[in-house]
């Protein structure tokens, strides 16, 4: 620590919309009340270490790129390093949170115990760092994807062996989180999927992952961890198919292993749209579920077909996201996570600072816009007239099981019921969001 | 009934594979035994009403082009012409089932009163046929699309009338269906989404979803039918978005409303792969749940994203798909529903003929595929050995909760475990795969 | 035309961003001067006669929605009614363009000649609708995709006699346009592709669509229309496979046939996202390429793989198209033609003015960004940087061609060049841009 | 070359199709004759060095996992032994060809001239391996887009000497493919496109980019080489968007830097898919305009929207692009290159048979499908039907420009011409081709 290693970047101050510097916030201004909370509140932004401090800048066909000194070898000694440049990114930037892999911030040793060892040591540095500057943990996860024994699955594996390896790995980072006092814990499933059905058994394979997730739920209550287990959707890539496909996928899954009151999800903006969904469409699923935990931030390319984990700079979809976040009462434990990477030409050490900023003023705007719309209350009253019928009795009845099939049927003939459609004035809406945003 | 429509071709014959003759089975022998069944009762084919005899044959860009003098008006007498060039068509192709909407067999009225009175009058008609032919229903649905006042959806409209409306008329083609021996009814939510989120409340409209279809299979206790009740899923198309969208979504949906052991699911090619998957998946997802209810069996078009219905024609697809199928035990009351369209300029009167037929051997083909692969035994050998693991003491108690997550880790430390990975053989498989199929 | 259809609507006013008027101009304003023309002269908006008039508002599963009394029949009288309609529509929404199908405005008739007899009537109202209101014609074209007879392709069918049948229609569609003073002339070919290459011999059916389209070009000389001839890529729907797939494959094709002076491109939203790419990015290949013609504006859904031809909603893609129609000196003869239906469920009058209104606006806040970045002109001198060592002599003789691949690598090895990367400061742009459009 | 890295696995032998040996050829006799030419005459298949010998097996979550031991560290001596390793491979598989990057086979160096010398050292053992196995080159490539000099394009780099770096290096690569006897030159460019409009110039990229394809050429005749440069189109991946997107893109661009008679396509199917086509579709588009050179082999995953290049094992598919080929002539100097990779949990080292193995044999049924159609005549007789009416007056005067669209317009007036549509008979063939295919 005894060098800056962003030495070149101040502290991000709030400068206001009118401020040309392209290295302060424009639109976060972390202190401001909005609807009763401030933005630091509504919107709990953490830093991931694993695209902005791990990352060399590589994709399939190419090098890397970044100035990441601590790459170079993989030593505590550099973990050291990377820990004391992720920090000072952090407080730079004034976010409340980070989030972390295991591998992230401390290098694999030959054994599942050296591996361990490597991470509580770093675990100290990292409580000191947590308590110099005020930063605390959104969530910590296992990376259970990475090395070569998880190629076939974590808990998925065809080998029991993996699976408990695997078990053994999230136990450990789970009692690290619940020592870090971490917010929530995260398990993605980044092999649990398929690669062919060839050689899958997928009735057998999911009820190893229904039993592994209960293994941490009940280990969850045993060591008194209160934060929240989040699951992470993903259609595919790297596997095929991944058992966690998207919001429905997971619920169906948490409702068959009994797991839907214990276990809820971090959302995430590309993941969605590799599955097929808008953002908002996963969102608005899983809080009509009671289902939201928490968010990955990012944004994928709408003609890419893989996850390009962009910075989110579309204020539209932030106020849209926002508005089904507020509406469900706010994100609880959870929070707005940048699981983002920067362009692998993006080289210049500021770039991080840019990326961040850029994606943190998006989140502000959606949020200001978000809560207008609610304080205006326009456009829930359109909604409430277009839901009216359902306050009669008819509708009452009908959703309440008071009338049988037979019933209803009889009341239509006996009343000639015949009704009109009415217009979804949907244009005359999106003009009137247009309004909020731009 | 005087004159015959496709008078221009006889009973199509099965000729074997050999034969030159396109208007003669290739492959498709009804009595050949397989398994210890006879292909027809494996297959359960069925012909659908709606694009077969109803369809003119236009597109969204142009006017009907097909050979289909009944469409000129709609009218009963023109409907009993149709419904006899249907029997007709499906007598002289030998098929043992079919499906159909009540608007496909009868003109809507002005009221539902008469729109029923109409039905019944072709119901009665379809009485005589069926038992002329020997031809039995696979199963029957009501059209909760077409008409405008669906248009913001059935059971999911806002405006309860309409949901009313909705059920009077599924009470009704459900008790036809009961009457007629249907072998199943089937609900698809054509309109049951959203086009916008901005007007669209989803939690209350998958509320009255999850009512609607309680309120079908109360009815069918009560009337004693014995069929099964199906979902259709589809993603999306005509809406943005159908809250049926895969098999993952309704499988959440029936639990989130307890209908996990009354309704399952009649899975579409099309429709899958719309939604993000293979066909192979999503039968293999509905099988490992206990969902498979019956088939639409059509192909969609790899390059083009909306559901071009078009007659199968793979037999590497249907080998995959009828593999997942016998090892589940067959599909029991189900069946493959031809919900498949000619091409638009497929207007000779004998290309509805090449379409069936072509498919149908596409399915024996198939079949026979699918029942070597399980009679070798060799995919299930590798297969076991892949989980072999799994059947040790470890695997066993791990999955029957017996070990809790710090024993296993406790376990893993002990014994030091360290899992190598080993091949997953995907290309070798694909090679033996091939060896059944080419 | 002795009653008015849109008689609750009145003339649309401009009222500025803080209007809560849902039917008024927030940021259209006509007569606003930015960088030297007024709003109306930069945009030439242009209303379609088929979405707005001609539709019921169907879908491939449903009936018309749409209030459109003159749909019942049809006949002269109804066409008469529908002008007088579309003439008042447009008049109201104060648009100074419009563009037709030869079969939007008149019916077909049993034979050409009755058609166009049927067409030349109508076209006489039209002069007179057209001197009363001042509106003109952005374009016209002929419907070569609706009638059976093109269910295999208009220039591009097996019989040669639907070729001649479609030239001679496009000829008389085209000296209607001349008559008229249309700015344009467009080629939709909307079945120019194919359903399955099995039946398609490609380059038979190219080399009659090249040989057509010198027929019109040779025509228009012939004729005198100084109009330009403009071709609409789409990749597909209704075919597999349009052979004007992108903006691409049509400049390959224009080259092929010796017509890339001739002939411009209408580039549409919907078909570019169709196709796989942004509809910045097909405005930027047809700029580059000196092709840019005129306008589609519209937009599809992200998630739903056909043209679903919404009413553009979004600042942020209006303001980067129109960076780059502005930076390539405007639309000249071309414009911005709604080629978009409202939805399904939009059915009150009035739905059709939000609709226009929403997206006239948004298109005027994209101008107004547009403008304000080339102005400030910060965007133009990143870029200007990123290139600059292209002045250099290496940069510049390398590209005029002086330097062989000999001498440049020589001069590699001779200099011991060893070139390092720079940052390509993406997010730090996507701010810069953001900054202009929220 | 002093052990045996396969040395578990014996020369591949062709056993017929009745063979339940693995490791055997079932369909591919490399000496059988076809159509007057041997099968490998026909084929022309090519190992590639990179996915084979070179990839670790890792993706982009996670580490590699093959057994390749001459990854562990990059030296000429390990070069070496790959080498040794890809040969003893390629004869026993029993190919006739190769492919290679410079980068693949000899470790870049500090400087240009470095990376030449270690090449050089490399092609020299090259040589030796060559004369000693009778193997060949079909191509030879430059690898300019792994290094981060290369992260903004190589030809269409912002940086002139990027491009100059770039052009020395192909320099090297074409001489070399020269002297190794080479087939054909390939140009693939992988960073050839865009990230983002927002810092791009794309008409200044692409005229960067014809120049540079030019100098190519012009060498290529200043050194005598007589085989075709390559061009192999991609759409996207790594980047956002690239340059040679599809056939028809490509085509364009050849055409506007007048490359058209000096520049084939290398077609890949997985890049065909990604652009939204079949691979099919841009098989027939490169043949039909003279454009087909040479083919990389693999697939795509119809879910996956990234580039898989999994084994092609499809002989549907393969039997439908043998038939294009067989129709345009067979390959001449292009052949089929295995840009393939085995899956990452293949590591078993007779993995890499298998898959060669099985999708030469997928090849070989392709081609004696294809020939048994060309032979049966029954395809193109039904084609050569359809388009009967072009050999009759109208439609040679039609195509031959003989006469005007007046002419042909009155020809339509005067004879009445009202073309009645016949049956596309797409179903029926469909059948037809499956008879050749299962």
Not at 9 to 17: H, Q, R, S, V, Y
Not at 41 to 61: K, M, Q, T
Not at 97 to 115: I, Q, W
Not at 171 to 199: M, P, Q
Request: aromatic residues 10%.
């Amino acid at each position: 620590m005894s060098e800056s290693f962003f030495k070149d970047t101040a502290k991000i101050p709030f400068e206001g919309a009118d401020s040309n510097n392209p290295l302060a916030f424009r639109h976060y201004d972390a202190t401001q009340m909005v609807l009763g909370k401030s933005m630091a509140e509504h919107l709990r932004f953490a830093v991931c270490y694993w695209h902005s401090f791990n990352s060399p800048g590589a994709d399939i066909f190419g090098a890397g790129t970044y100035d990441r000194p601590w790459l170079t070898e993989k030593s505590l000694l550099q973990a050291r390093t990377k820990m004391s440049g992720a920090f000072e990114f952090m407080e730079k930037l004034g976010v409340p949170y980070f989030c972390f892999h295991d591998r992230d911030v401390a290098p694999e040793g030959d054994t599942l115990k050296e591996s361990n060892e490597n991470l509580d040591q770093m675990i100290g540095m990292m409580e000191e760092e947590m308590a110099r500057t005020g930063i605390k943990l959104l969530w910590g996860t296992a990376d259970l994807f990475n090395h070569p024994r998880f190629a076939a699955g974590a808990a998925t594996n065809p080998d029991p062996q993996v699976f408990a390896y695997a078990a053994a790995q999230v136990k450990h980072v789970l009692e690290i989180t619940h020592r870090l006092g971490g917010a929530n814990y995260v398990l993605w499933g980044g092999r649990e999927g398929y690669d062919s059905l060839l050689h899958t058994d997928l009735k057998r394979e999911t009820a190893q992952l229904g039993r592994f997730m209960q293994l941490v739920v009940e280990h969850k209550h045993k060591i008194g961890f209160t934060g929240t287990i989040l699951i992470e959707p993903k259609p595919h890539e790297p596997t095929k198919h991944q058992y966690d496909y998207d919001v429905a996928a997971v619920y169906a899954f948490l409702q068959k292993f009994d797991l839907q009151d214990e276990i809820k999800l971090n959302v995430e903006a590309n993941h969605a749209t590799l599955a097929g969904h808008s953002f908002q469409h996963e969102i608005a699923t899983a809080t009509a579920n009671g289902l939201l935990g928490s968010i990955d931030i990012n944004r994928g390319d709408p003609q890419n077909g893989w996850d390009t984990d962009q910075f989110a700079n579309s204020v539209e979809e932030a106020t849209l996201i926002l508005l089904e976040i507020l509406k469900a009462g706010g994100l609880g434990n959870g929070g707005f996570n940048f699981d983002a990477k920067i362009r692998r030409q993006s080289i210049a050490r500021d770039d991080l600072f840019h990326a961040h900023i850029g994606s943190m003023d998006v989140a502000a705007q959606g949020l200001l816009n978000a809560a207008r719309i609610i304080e205006d209350g326009h456009l829930q009253e359109l909604l409430d007239a277009r839901y009216a019928g359902w306050q009669g009795d008819l509708g009452e009845q009908m959703l309440a099981g008071d009338l049988s099939l037979q019933q209803i049927s009889d009341l239509v003939h006996s009343q000639n019921l015949n009704p009109e459609p009415v217009s979804g004035r949907q244009e005359m809406l999106e003009n009137l969001l247009n309004r909020y945003i731009y």
